[in-house]
């Protein structure tokens, strides 16, 4: 199964800042196809995961653009550029290329 | 407007079963594939399993393997989950998601509880 780890399990930040959360993988994510299916989601507190991005740089539909996504092969990160207070919660990425899909354990951003 | 709405959970005795459903709406459900994905309290996200728009190709985690089904049913709308042989370890909010590479839109969950 690809390890997905994902660094740093918290982060506190004042709002407008920007904060990086970074996950590797434990073997590439280009699928035949292609295409890197790397994912980023957000669960905001008490909520179902909302995503972010998708194959590692696409916004999703309705996604603030102070969110973006970079990265190839086993190296990805997420950036949110000035942080507001609706961006609390719990970061998660999610590799779709390999089956079973696997998720990092998630990084929890709070508002200082 | 997309949506999808599980329902089904509920507190069941270790060894029952219990069938969960996600009613889709707002787009052409038989054009996606669907996820089955659970979270433990206060633990993160595992995948449970997905199924192919045409029900060609199913995957099982393997800690579930042999004991639930994927199953979706298009003229419905609606995707399934059968649980069988229940274990304390599958207590879990139980989300389905669209799209097995992207994972574009989340219901809001359900709640499965195994306990005696």
Not at chain 1, 35 to 63: A, E
Not at chain 1, 96 to 108: E, I, R
Not at chain 2, 34 to 40: K, T, V
Not at chain 2, 60 to 87: C, E, P
């Amino acid at each position: 199964d690809v390890v997905m780890t994902q660094t740093p399990p918290s982060l506190s930040v004042a709002i407008g800042q920007s904060v990086s959360i970074s996950c590797k993988s434990s073997q590439s994510l280009v699928h035949s196809d292609g295409k890197t299916y790397l994912n980023w989601l957000l669960q905001n507190p008490g909520q179902s995961p909302k995503r972010l991005i998708y194959q590692v740089s696409n916004l999703g539909s309705g996604v603030p653009d102070r969110f973006s996504g970079t990265g190839s092969e086993k190296d990805f990160t997420l950036k949110i550029s000035r942080v507001e207070a609706e961006d609390l919660g719990v970061y998660h990425c999610v590799q779709a290329t390999h089956v079973p899909l696997t998720f990092g354990s998630g990084t929890k951003l709070e508002i200082k | 407007e997309v949506q999808l709405v599980e329902s089904g959970g509920g507190l069941v005795q270790p060894g029952r079963s219990l069938k969960l459903s996600c009613l889709a709406s707002g787009f052409t459900f038989s054009n996606y594939g669907m996820n089955w994905i659970r979270q433990a309290p206060g633990k993160g996200l595992e995948w449970v399993a997905s199924i192919s728009s045409s029900s060609s190709y199913i995957y099982y985690a393997d800690t579930v393997k042999g004991r639930f089904t994927i199953s979706r049913d298009n003229a419905k709308n609606t995707l399934y989950l059968q649980m069988t042989s229940l274990r304390s370890e599958d207590t879990a909010l139980y989300y389905c998601a669209r799209h097995r590479h992207t994972m574009g839109y989340w219901g809001q969950g359900v709640m499965v509880t195994v306990s005696s």
